[in-house]
């Protein structure tokens, strides 16, 4: 039987030591980030528990790439480094891809229409970068 403890504990290493994820946010919005990126490396390896270490890893890299991926893009966008419409299309479009590529084929993935909703929000200067991570976690959990 696979130790998934093991599985999980070297993914949260790997994922809370990787500074360069988060460096441009606050601690609040940090903590918000990496807590969304821990949460949904635990459920993906969860579900590798009656596979083999190497069909584990194989299943889990992806995955654990797009993670990583879509936590640097939405902690640049929550900094505001997605300041007009066109880049925040092409960041839409990256997430949706990334998304996919965590969750798989069977989540209903938010609207386009209403990830852009809150993409645009950025430009809400009474938002904190918290705030906003927490709008995108809500939109991305919510069933659609």
Do not use: C
Not at 16 to 25: F, R, T, V, W, Y
Not at 138 to 144: V, Y
Request: proline share 5%; no cysteine.
């Amino acid at each position: 039987m696979a130790d998934l403890n093991a599985r999980m504990e070297r993914v949260i290493e790997e994922i809370a030591g990787n500074e360069a994820l988060l460096q441009m946010l606050d601690t609040d919005a940090a903590t918000e980030m990496l807590n969304w990126g821990i949460s949904t490396a635990k459920s993906m390896i969860s579900r590798t528990l009656e596979f083999d270490d190497f069909s584990a890893e194989l299943a889990i890299l992806p995955r654990l790439k797009a993670i990583r991926q879509s936590m640097r893009a939405i902690g640049n966008w929550a900094a505001g480094r997605y300041a007009d419409p066109a880049s925040r299309t092409q960041l839409r479009d990256k997430l949706l891809g990334h998304f996919r590529t965590i969750f798989g084929e069977e989540k209903q993935l938010p609207p386009p229409e209403k990830l852009d909703e809150v993409l645009n929000q950025v430009d809400d200067k009474g938002q904190s970068p918290q705030q906003l991570i927490l709008k995108l976690k809500e939109l991305i959990e919510e069933p659609h």
